[in-house]
């Protein structure tokens, strides 16, 4: 499922410095020629071959004539006015839509990227899920998310996030080279440490991502800590259940000695009870990892939020367990900041 039609030409974005350097060297260009360029885009943000000033007049319009860098187009930018949280609605080539999310923590500015247009993993809780699985990106078209935000003005990225619009894993191998390209020390450079990648739990591809060495951290979307709940709210759960999620999550653990991040979302009425309180004290114990507790950002799907009183319960109750727990703060209520929320609202006019 890869984009179609209406590319014109290719895009340089999702090219690494040795496919770069393969292709200059079919035009017989000089190798190292492909370093200045990938710099250019990758380190400095610079989209336009005419401002690339130490390549020559000639290469330069060759470039511009036969390929693309920046095809993203940011249809809508909001701003919130409550939090240090921006959105941007972005337009790809073949005209579909997706989203990133900025956010900055003080000490570190963070942007939440999408992997699909859409999603199929059919989560009850989540807008982008309505919309289905459309189509998976390249990885040019996650690159061009972050480049074209670390280009804007104030905006110095320290952590990329997989975890905006698609299910991350179901799209391995593009997810995959965007990682790595992020991660080249020629470009952007963002270290391993400062790249996660959030799964709803496809089990198989989280031993994979743990055994090729994918440069990044490993986030796991949880939700509930029960199977006939957790099926519930994420569909996923009824193909691998939490106890094969969990020993695909040791394995992550024994074989990068990193920890794993849990997310987990409290809705009121639905996985806040005692017995989930008990039962993530009692599943999280078993191994090395932190868990992040998250504000729901309201979508229609029938959920909301629970009581900040009851985040504070979970927070105190936990803080003292062998794993970190963290409280995210409320990012973007104003701006529709949930996954997929501002492309469904768009989509509705
Ligand atoms: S929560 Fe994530 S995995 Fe689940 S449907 Fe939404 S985008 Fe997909």
């Not at 179901?170 to 952007?188: I, Q, S, T």
């Not at 996660?196 to 198989?204: A, E, I, N, R």
């Amino acid at each position: 499922m890869q984009k179609s039609a209406c590319d014109s030409r290719p895009n340089l974005c999702g090219h690494t410095p040795v496919e770069l350097a393969e292709l200059f060297r079919e035009r017989g260009e000089a190798s190292w020629r492909s370093d200045q360029v990938f710099q250019w885009i990758h380190k400095k943000q610079i989209f336009d071959f005419g401002e690339m000033s130490n390549l020559g007049k000639g290469l330069r319009e060759q470039l511009a004539g036969e390929f693309a860098t920046m095809d993203l187009v940011a249809v809508r930018h909001a701003v919130s006015r409550i939090s240090d949280c921006e959105k941007f609605l972005f337009r790809l080539s073949d005209g579909e839509h997706i989203e990133s999310v900025w956010m900055d923590f003080g000490d570190r500015q963070t942007l939440c990227v999408s992997s699909q247009v859409g999603c199929a993993m059919g989560c009850s809780f989540c807008a982008t899920a309505t919309m289905g699985l459309k189509r998976h990106l390249q990885a040019d078209e996650i690159l061009q998310q972050v480049l074209y935000v670390q280009s804007l003005p104030g905006k110095d990225l320290r952590n990329i996030v997989f975890m905006g619009m698609g299910e991350p894993l179901h799209n391995f191998d593009e997810v995959d080279r965007a990682v790595r390209l992020l991660n080249d020390p020629l470009g952007m450079a963002i270290g391993a440490r400062r790249i996660t990648v959030s799964t709803s739990g496809l089990v198989p591809q989280i031993r994979r991502l743990a055994d090729e060495g994918v440069p990044c951290r490993l986030a796991v979307s949880l939700n509930a800590v029960n199977d006939p709940l957790r099926g519930e709210l994420m569909p996923i759960n009824r193909k691998w259940g939490l106890d094969e999620l969990f020993d695909a999550c040791r394995y992550w653990t024994d074989k990068r000695k990193d920890r794993v991040t849990f997310e987990y979302i409290l809705m009121d009425g639905v996985n806040d009870a005692e017995e989930d309180l008990k039962g993530l004290r009692s599943r999280l114990s078993r191994l090395p990892c932190k868990l992040n507790l998250i504000y729901y950002n309201p979508t229609d799907r029938g959920y909301r939020s629970s009581e900040t009183r009851v985040y504070d319960r979970f927070f105190e109750a936990l803080r003292n367990s062998p794993f970190a727990v963290t409280l995210r703060q409320n990012m973007g209520t104003d701006i529709s900041a949930a996954c997929g929320q501002l492309l469904v609202e768009e989509s509705r006019g």
